[in-house]
């Protein structure tokens, strides 16, 4: 049963380039968060795809967006980079609506804007 | 916005019991504990979680007070391969507000 799986592992970008990252969800689920991770701080919810639909978004501004695929895996993109969107960015995936509420997580994208 | 509250750091000596605190005062009825540690630039690791009654898995027993709020991870036999930060999240199982708000944990290195 595979778990879930993030590519790349590492990316490095330069400022005002675009980025996406790639997730798939654990085998059963249907529902995909992304959180950054900023050096020495905990994860913070960007946003999360049910139904191919944002459902949830936290604090991030619009440069951020996401999309989800009808085999529920997901994409985060982020355009016009800035060297503060230097993160671990994390994956989890979950099926609340099947009563599977736990959210299990990716190895993560390191991301680097130089 | 995280609502809990843990020590920042704590040490345990191989081989013993760690016991990790989490304070959550306004946590409300419907609302459940998750415990997640997170090794060193690896994605968090799902540990266990609770609502009222205590648990226990393979990999710890989670000890919840009668008023819910405060609660206790225990690593039974701790190893260094446990050393890691710990977070101790309270959320809802409510589709469409179920995203978890982490704080800044406990950072938990087991001595040999």
């Known amino acids: 049963d595979a778990g879930v799986t993030q590519s790349p592992t590492h990316l490095i970008k330069t400022r005002g380039q675009q980025v996406t990252l790639r997730c798939s969800p654990k085998?059963?689920?249907?529902?995909v968060s992304w959180y950054q991770q900023a050096l020495g701080q905990g994860p913070q919810f960007i946003f999360q795809?049910?139904?191919?639909?944002?459902?949830q978004r936290g604090n991030f501004p619009d440069r951020f967006s996401g999309h989800q695929f009808p085999n529920y895996s997901s994409e985060l993109n982020v355009n016009a980079l800035l060297l503060g969107d230097s993160a671990l960015y994390l994956c989890?995936?979950?099926?609340?609506?099947?009563?599977?509420?736990?959210?299990?997580f990716g190895p993560g994208t390191r991301l680097t804007v130089l | 916005d995280a609502k809990t509250t843990q020590p920042p750091s704590m040490d345990c000596a191989e081989g013993r019991a760690a016991n990790l605190p989490c304070n959550h005062s306004?946590?409300?009825?419907?609302?459940?504990v998750y415990w997640y540690r997170q090794i060193h630039s690896q994605g968090p690791q799902y540990i266990i979680h609770?609502?009222?009654n205590n648990e226990t898995n393979e990999m710890a027993s989670l000890i919840i007070t009668e008023d819910r709020k405060s609660s206790t991870l225990i690593l039974p036999h701790a190893t260094l391969r446990d050393t890691a930060v710990y977070y101790c999240i309270v959320r809802l199982h409510t589709t469409g507000a179920n995203n978890l708000f982490f704080g800044t944990g406990t950072r938990l290195t087991v001595i040999p």
């Open positions: 306004t946590i409300s009825g419907n609302e459940y």
């Open positions: 989890a995936s979950s099926s609340p609506g099947q009563g599977q509420d736990t959210q299990y």
């Open positions: 085998s059963g689920h249907d529902t």
């Open positions: 795809y049910y139904e191919e639909e944002e459902r």
């Open positions: 609770g609502l009222k």
